[in-house]
């Protein structure tokens, strides 16, 4: 018998608010037994469960892990400037002249995470 994932766990300086953005962001719910303050939140979104704990410590160096999301009825650009607006930053810009490439941004507490190409504009260039 095998092991299988059930949640990515992120260490955080305030749970319920890191959560809310991954909600947010990944059209996700956040538990109903969830509020600020709390020292763990846990976001269920299509297919992934993302928890998130709250600890003393601040992030320092850069994730050794992260999510690569890719949208699914927007550009990369349309929803790299959404996460933006939810208060994401760009961090890098790893696209090519051909249309092929990603978007490093960081969330509201700096956990870096990349943007790549929607299904359509793969479609496109994959032909």
């Not at 059930?6 to 059209?27: P, Q």
């Not at 109903?32 to 160096?61: N, Q, R």
């Not at 696209?95 to 092929?100: I, K, L, V, Y």
Request: with cysteine.
């Amino acid at each position: 018998m095998t092991s299988l994932v059930r949640h990515v766990t992120f260490d955080c300086a305030d749970a319920h608010k890191l959560a809310s953005f991954w909600a947010e962001a990944l059209g996700g719910t956040l538990s109903d037994d969830d509020f600020p303050g709390d020292p763990e939140a846990l976001v269920s979104a299509d297919g992934i469960g993302l928890l998130f704990v709250t600890v003393p410590e601040p992030k320092s160096v850069k994730n050794r892990v992260h999510l690569d999301l890719q949208p699914q009825d927007r550009t990369r650009d349309e929803e790299a400037d959404r996460l933006v607006a939810l208060g994401a930053t760009l961090v890098a810009d790893h696209r090519r002249p051909d249309g092929t490439g990603w978007l490093l941004l960081a969330d509201i507490e700096g956990n870096e995470f990349c943007v790549e190409r929607g299904a359509d504009e793969r479609a496109r260039t994959e032909k």
